[in-house]
């Protein structure tokens, strides 16, 4: 039986009904409904199988949807590495008030489930990197400092370079070097120059890597497994 098309019928863009859903309050909604959604198996071809080789049969139905399920369970964990987390965040996110550490960002064991897709997965990583963008960060500055403890050359060569840059704002508040902008200006170049010297010496540059690298893949696993909550109960 075919059906008449309905005048009165409306056809919403998916990324207009998201924006709808996200100013509302209520993303967390297709989320939830992409958790809910069963997947295909084979149960009906195996339960109606009498054959002598009917235990065969099962047997390469589970084999092949499991198969088909760690597939899919691994292209959705390389598909957060193909996608800009960042999409959606904006200077306001980090000025904002920081959600809770225990009940917002962490939640507890019910608040984490394996992404069904790559649209589910997408959909929590750009939003959650928004709605925890400070926490992130924090955890950022953490992994950073932990990692010039592991380093202390590292360490050593980037407190030599604020040294190098108080003293430079200190000789010239001293000896008033703003009358003197060739010379300020030459001066400026040569601790620049001194600057990158010391941090690539110091091999500083392999502790940034080393934090971004890191702080990147906590923040990608973490958003993706996070459940979406209402937004209002974000910062609590």
């Given at each position: 039986?075919?059906?008449?098309?309905?005048?009165?019928?409306?056809?919403?863009?998916?990324?207009?009904?998201?924006?709808?859903?996200?100013?509302?309050?209520?993303?967390?909604?297709?989320?939830?409904?992409?958790?809910?959604?069963?997947?295909?198996?084979?149960?009906?071809?195996?339960?109606?199988?009498?054959?002598?080789?009917?235990?065969?049969?099962?047997?390469?139905?589970i084999s092949g949807?499991?198969?088909?399920?760690?597939?899919?369970?691994?292209?959705?964990?390389?598909?957060?590495?193909?996608?800009?987390?960042?999409?959606?965040?904006?200077?306001?996110?980090?000025?904002?008030?920081?959600?809770?550490?225990?009940?917002?960002?962490?939640?507890?064991?019910?608040?984490?489930?394996?992404?069904?897709?790559?649209?589910?997965?997408?959909?929590?990583?750009?939003?959650?990197?928004?709605?925890?963008?400070?926490?992130?960060?924090?955890?950022?500055i953490l992994i950073?400092?932990?990692?010039?403890?592991?380093?202390?050359?590292?360490?050593?060569?980037?407190?030599?370079?604020?040294?190098?840059?108080?003293?430079?704002?200190?000789?010239?508040?001293?000896?008033?070097?703003?009358?003197?902008?060739?010379?300020?200006?030459?001066?400026?170049?040569?601790?620049?120059?001194?600057?990158?010297?010391?941090?690539?010496?110091?091999?500083?540059?392999?502790?940034?890597?080393?934090a971004l690298a890191?702080?990147?893949?906590?923040?990608?696993?973490?958003?993706?497994?996070?459940?979406?909550?209402?937004?209002?109960?974000?910062?609590?």
């Amino acid at each position: 039986m075919a059906f008449s098309t309905n005048p009165l019928s409306l056809s919403v863009p998916e990324p207009a009904f998201e924006s709808w859903l996200r100013d509302s309050g209520y993303l967390e909604v297709l989320d939830h409904h992409s958790s809910v959604i069963p997947s295909s198996g084979g149960i009906g071809v195996a339960a109606g199988t009498n054959s002598n080789d009917g235990g065969s049969i099962t047997t390469s139905i589970i084999s092949g949807g499991v198969f088909a399920s760690l597939l899919s369970g691994v292209i959705t964990l390389l598909s957060l590495f193909t996608l800009n987390p960042f999409a959606k965040v904006t200077t306001l996110d980090f000025s904002g008030e920081t959600p809770s550490w225990t009940r917002a960002f962490f939640g507890d064991c019910g608040s984490y489930s394996f992404p069904s897709g790559t649209d589910q997965a997408r959909r929590r990583v750009q939003e959650n990197v928004k709605r925890y963008a400070r926490n992130y960060a924090s955890l950022f500055i953490l992994i950073f400092a932990s990692t010039l403890y592991q380093m202390p050359l590292a360490l050593v060569g980037l407190l030599s370079s604020l040294a190098v840059w108080d003293m430079f704002k200190f000789c010239s508040n001293r000896w008033d070097w703003y009358r003197y902008p060739i010379i300020r200006q030459l001066l400026v170049r040569t601790a620049q120059c001194a600057t990158v010297v010391m941090l690539v010496i110091l091999n500083v540059q392999m502790a940034l890597f080393c934090a971004l690298a890191v702080s990147y893949a906590v923040m990608l696993l973490h958003a993706a497994f996070r459940k979406l909550t209402p937004a209002k109960q974000s910062l609590r």
